[in-house]
């Protein structure tokens, strides 16, 4: 992705952060001055350690309390399809739908609007919850399912 | 918000509905009923690439006079299926204290032979000895169902050549590298009639004539002829054929499957319950979460928000337009 020219109608500032140049941030450290830059090598060593506690859902920049982007590390559309239909089953939620904006970059975007009465983080978790409900219905009817065909099998034998 | 997601205005209400047509040792052929397409999918999807397995991962070769190179031979050892009984007591290599490696993320396998006789010799995975601290007595031994009992071949020797090495097989996912793919091949079809129009089949003459009837083709009603094309109809049924490499029993690949996912949203409920209490930097926060001398920029991720420039590990912080918290980070540390 090339950084765009400075000259752009929007403010770089409210561009997904997928469409904030990589350079600019760079340079502005620079201009901050040397004691920032050695703190940040001491931050980086720091950041390394704790790689395990890496962050899966966060929120994307211009959500609000009832219309909301999350950004998923690590997943891809086996959990952003099923999720996107639960949420979208929710009679509170006005919209949903997921993306994955680069093939590349395991990350996938979920975007919830909702009605007044409920909020965007409320909805996901909702949705979240659903799946595992319905995950547990499907386990027990496939493990009774297979139950019964071994029983018939026996029987048969 | 109370609402039952189970009790769906269409066939969906009635709940989901699992039919299994055939089981045996190595496949399970089932239909799925009232569920949406979406969660079929997921199921396939988790169960092609999700499910941990253990796979011989690293290779020290001793002594090689075969006539295959090494990492040949290291590559075919790793697509050799090895029985995955236990392995969620396994821990992955990377989450394990240890240095490397040692028996509670890894098991250990030899494999020693010479052909001291006058004609070539087959080595076959039968060869390959666990040894050491297991888990328990099946992890990690290879699957052998053929009727020779030598499981796959690895490598031929001529007459005076010697193979001798030491394998660690290492739990993983298929997602990462194939040869952790608890199944061979996983069938998923619906709509065996093309009523929903999905496909559009390929034809000289005549596509009724040329393609042939799925099996699953008498389990629903033929179309009729001369009937309106349904606008609203959505799949309904699936039917999945898993076939399992013999690591895990076909069963245990759907139960797994289904844990895989159920473990994939309880870590994302907890991260997104956690982060709502305590404010800190796990956890999504709604915009206006954070009081307090924020960064003003209305929003907060997972790096910034504790008070401004000393985020959590964005020492140049607030320096950037975005407080350091742009996915690609305040200073190349991304």
Redesign the interface.
């Known amino acids: 992705m090339a950084a765009r020219p400075d000259s752009e109608d929007i403010a770089m500032d409210d561009a997904p952060t997928s469409h904030q140049p990589e350079v600019k941030d760079d340079t502005m450290v620079d201009d901050a001055g040397e004691d920032v830059e050695e703190e940040e090598d001491y931050e980086e060593e720091e950041e390394e350690e704790e790689e395990e506690e890496v962050q899966r859902v966060k929120l994307l920049p211009g959500s609000t309390e009832t219309a909301a982007s999350f950004e998923f590390s690590n997943e891809g559309h086996t959990l952003g399809n099923a999720l996107r239909y639960v949420i979208m089953r929710n009679p509170e939620v006005e919209f949903c739908a997921y993306a994955i904006p680069h093939p590349s970059e395991a990350k996938m975007n979920v975007r919830i609007q909702t009605f007044e009465g409920t909020t965007a983080i409320e909805a996901l978790e909702k949705g979240l919850r659903d799946i595992q409900e319905l995950c547990d219905v499907v386990t027990d009817k496939f493990v009774a399912a297979a139950d019964d065909f071994e029983k018939k099998k026996a029987a048969t034998a | ?1 109370d ?1 039952d ?2 009790a ?1 205005d269409d066939a969906e209400s009635l ?6 047509s055939q ?1 045996d040792s190595v496949r ?1 052929k ?1 239909e ?1 009923q009232n ?2 397409i ?2 079929a ?3 396939r ?2 169960m092609l ?2 499910i941990p397995t253990i796979a011989i991962d690293l290779v020290e070769i001793e002594s090689n006079s075969s006539v295959l190179a090494d990492e040949f031979i290291a590559h075919r050892l790793g697509l050799i299926p090895l029985n995955a009984e236990g392995v969620e007591h396994l821990l992955y290599s990377r ?1 394990c204290d240890c240095e490397e490696y040692c028996e509670n993320c890894s098991v250990k396998l030899t494999l020693h032979a010479k052909c001291t006789g006058y004609e070539n010799m087959s080595v076959s995975a039968r060869d390959l000895v666990p040894v050491g601290e297991r888990i328990n007595q099946s992890l990690g031994t290879p699957v052998i169902n053929d009727k020779d009992g030598t499981g796959p071949l690895i490598l031929k020797l001529r007459p005076e050549q010697e193979i001798k090495l030491e394998c660690i097989a290492k739990k993983g996912i298929a997602k990462e590298h194939a040869k952790w793919a608890p199944s061979a091949a996983i069938g998923f079809e619906y709509d065996p009639h093309n009523k929903l129009r999905h496909l559009d089949l390929w034809y000289e003459k005549d596509p009724k004539s040329e393609w042939p009837p799925s099996e699953y083709a008498k389990w629903e009603e033929p179309p009729v002829e001369g009937e309106p094309f349904d606008f609203d109809a959505v799949p309904n049924h699936f039917y999945y054929n898993v076939e399992t490499a013999g690591n895990l029993p076909p ?1 245990g690949i ?2 797994e499957g ?2 895989v ?2 473990q ?6 907890h ?3 956690e982060g ?1 209490g305590e404010g800190g ?8 979460y954070n009081s307090g001398p924020d960064t003003g ?6 790096y910034g928000g504790n008070g401004g420039n000393q985020s959590a ?4 912080g607030g ?4 407080g ?1 918290q ?8 991304s």
Not at chain 2, 297 to 302: A, D, F, M, R
């Open positions: 918000m609402y997601p189970m769906m709940g989901p509905v699992v039919k299994i089981a399970v089932f799925l569920a949406d979406s969660f999918n997921s199921l999807r988790v690439a999700e989450d069963d759907v139960t289904i844990k996912i159920q994939k949203l309880a870590g994302l409920i991260e997104l319950t709502e930097y796990d956890g999504p926060r709604s915009p206006d920029y209305g929003y907060s991720t997972s590990w964005g020492g140049g320096t950037t337009p975005f350091g742009t996915s690609y980070g305040g200073g190349g540390w």
